[in-house]
């Protein structure tokens, strides 16, 4: 049994489509090891989410709801009328399907914790941190919802998109961090309806929410595909290291990674004004039309060139394309790390400023590689996530 084909499992038991060969196969995985921790997590995050508004931290808490429903034989009458919540039935299945006694003991014989579900704790997950720091695993690949342990946040990820829902605090507005390690991305809905996908190695601070702000305001580090819910009272701005983005509501590409010379902003549709800061009289902002590019370099942060270009380059990548336009081969490598998460070492330099263009759907890294080793020649060796390469072997 893989990880991904119990997680399949799990959310087809929860959303109550489980077949009878699947309850039994998750019954028997539940029986090993520290499972049924993790399935015991995943039930109680999906009843906060789907039934109840208070947080569900204690052992006798979760006992006390398997005992009730254990007890209560009118549940499926008072909760499958019109107009009722139908949810809280599949918690029953826990006891009345599952083979009953038997997994109800499993399910309470050891003490709970209200850390957030992680089913591998891996520092190659996507996390969300909240403002009082707790932090949640997120997996792309998975649909579900977490609570956060005081219960004020709700994240649930459907179909790849995460959306974030807050308990109304008045006059507080948090802020959040996610953050998507190299290898991955990930969408998000914001609290306004506007939508961002973070490349790999990419991280967004955002608030909770955009209400009784006079703009709408994240900080970003990496590369992100925005799509900007229209507001002309409320502004959208973009933050990195050296360039702020201000934006009414329109399609547009951000690449700011640190250790990357050149950030730049492309424009899809809409209009936005790109400069070094959006504030004082020191700093001209550019005013961009569609299919333009603004970028800056480390050399002088205040200049940015504007030139037109051909916006389907640049934004490939949120369709999983990878794409070299006349790219040298220093900048490709970077790309190819975070593209893959794997760690490259150059240890033929001549190779640097060789220039490529290409384009990549799916293709694993070593076809990338030999593809352009083609067009330009050198050897490499690659042990795990290691790649090293060198100068071309004698013929």
Request: charged fraction near 25%; avoid cysteine; glycine fraction near 6%.
């Amino acid at each position: 049994m893989t990880r991904l084909d119990i997680r399949r499992i799990i959310t087809r038991y929860i959303n109550q489509e489980a077949s009878q060969e699947e309850l039994a196969i998750l019954y028997e995985w539940v029986k090993k090891g520290n499972n049924k921790e993790v399935f015991k997590k995943l039930v109680q995050a999906d009843f906060l989410v789907n039934y109840e508004e208070k947080p569900w931290e204690t052992e006798a808490a979760f006992e006390n709801f398997l005992g009730s429903i254990k007890s209560k034989d009118d549940v499926k009458i008072r909760y499958m009328g019109k107009g009722t919540r139908p949810q809280l039935w599949k918690y029953a299945a826990i006891i009345t399907i599952m083979m009953g006694s038997s997994l109800y003991f499993l399910l309470t014989q050891t003490n709970s914790s209200s850390v957030p579900v992680d089913m591998d704790s891996d520092v190659n997950q996507i996390t969300l941190q909240l403002d009082n720091g707790e932090v949640l695993t997120i997996d792309p690949e998975t649909d579900g919802t977490v609570q956060s342990r005081n219960g004020s946040t709700m994240v649930s990820m459907v179909k790849g998109v995460l959306t974030q829902k807050e308990k109304k605090s008045i006059g507080k507005i948090t802020n959040n961090t996610i953050r998507v390690p190299y290898g991955k991305n990930l969408s998000i809905t914001l609290q306004d309806g506007s939508t961002v996908m973070l490349n790999s190695g990419s991280s967004m601070t955002y608030p909770s929410s955009f209400e009784g702000m006079e703009t709408r305001e994240i900080s970003l580090t990496g590369e992100a595909f925005f799509e900007i819910a229209k507001n002309s009272e409320q502004p959208f701005i973009v933050k990195t290291k050296r360039m702020h983005t201000r934006v009414y509501g329109t399609v547009f590409n951000v690449s700011a990674y640190e250790d990357d010379e050149i950030s730049e902003v492309v424009l899809v549709e809409g209009s936005v004004g790109v400069g070094r800061s959006l504030e004082g009289a020191d700093h001209a902002i550019q005013m961009l039309q569609p299919f333009q590019k603004a970028s800056n370099s480390l050399e002088n942060e205040d200049l940015f060139t504007v030139e037109d270009v051909d916006v389907s380059s640049y934004i490939s990548w949120t369709k999983g394309i990878l794409t070299f336009e006349n790219e040298a081969m220093e900048d490709i490598i970077k790309r190819l790390e975070r593209q893959y998460n794997v760690r490259i070492e150059n240890l033929y330099g001549e190779l640097e400023e060789r220039r490529f263009t290409g384009m990549f759907d799916e293709e694993d890294i070593e076809h990338v590689l030999r593809t352009i080793q083609a067009h330009t020649h050198f050897s490499y060796d690659k042990k795990d996530d290691l790649i090293i390469i060198k100068k071309p072997n004698k013929q």
